[in-house]
């Protein structure tokens, strides 16, 4: 499962929909929103593109690490310290293949896809620099 | 001869120049008559896309018709009529 979304998920759910029978090794990446004095943040997304470049990446960590299953969700709209922000489930035959693909994944997201944070505290609010 | 085309602005950008606007863009249009339309338009958020010397700055995304447009030249890139232009500043998910 491939998707941008403003609902909240359950982890634990899509790990397990990860097992099949030439899966070894499930690995997985919760990006949280952290208490770095802020009271909420918003995610905007272009969402129709960032889509289609989470399919793309997807797609490109399959081919590069010879993975068998590869499940992105990334939320937009308003969210809470502790909320799911960015959800990562990779299977793979053998874990070495699932870290390497959960970390491109990870890293090609927060270099390629159009998606933006703005933070609120209580001074005001920041956009989060990009550049990663 | 004027011409309309759409352009879209994420982020930092859709606050200063709103999410959605039609530009009037003299054919044969590129990038760079654009981005320079819409920097007359929204004087005051001009500097975040050119700089200096009106040219557009490297860390300004641009899509067009949701393809990225990259490297040296993207500004002589051609733009027609009734196309999606999408502006944005680096990104920040994950």
């Known amino acids: 499962m491939i998707k941008v979304t403003r609902d909240d998920f359950d982890p634990g759910e899509i790990i397990?929909?990860?097992?099949?029978?030439?899966?070894?090794?499930?690995?997985?990446?919760?990006?949280?929103?952290?208490?770095d004095g802020i009271e909420r943040m918003d995610v905007e997304a272009f969402e129709e593109v960032a889509e289609q470049d989470l399919q793309a990446i997807a797609r490109e960590a399959e081919a590069k690490f010879g993975v068998v299953h590869v499940d992105i969700i990334h939320r937009v709209g308003?969210?809470?310290?502790?909320?799911?922000?960015?959800?990562?489930?990779?299977?793979a035959s053998h874990r070495k293949a699932g870290f390497l693909a959960c970390e491109y994944i990870i890293d090609r997201i927060k270099e390629h896809v159009p998606v933006w944070k703005k933070e609120y505290t209580r001074e005001g609010a920041r956009w989060v620099e990009g550049g990663h | 001869m004027v011409d309309t085309v759409h352009v879209r602005a994420f982020a930092r950008f859709r606050e200063l120049f709103g999410d959605a606007l039609?530009?009037?863009v003299k054919v044969p249009a590129t990038v760079r008559s654009v981005v320079q339309e819409i920097a007359?338009?929204?004087?005051?958020?001009?500097?975040?896309?050119?700089?200096?010397?009106?040219?557009?700055?490297k860390s300004v995304i641009?899509?067009?018709?949701?393809?990225?447009?990259?490297?040296?030249g993207r500004e002589d890139y051609p733009v027609?009529?009734?196309?999606e232009i999408a502006l944005y500043p680096p990104v920040a998910g994950g």
């Open chain 2, 40 to 57: 007359r338009m929204n004087p005051d958020g001009a500097h975040e896309i050119l700089d200096g010397e009106g040219n557009l700055r």
């Open chain 1, 78 to 91: 308003h969210l809470s310290v502790g909320d799911s922000i960015v959800l990562i489930v990779v299977g």
């Open chain 2, 80 to 83: 027609h009529p009734g196309d």
């Open chain 2, 22 to 24: 039609e530009v009037r």
């Open chain 1, 16 to 35: 397990e929909g990860a097992r099949q029978r030439n899966v070894g090794a499930v690995v997985s990446f919760l990006g949280i929103v952290r208490d």
């Open chain 2, 62 to 72: 641009v899509l067009v018709n949701r393809e990225r447009i990259p490297g040296n």
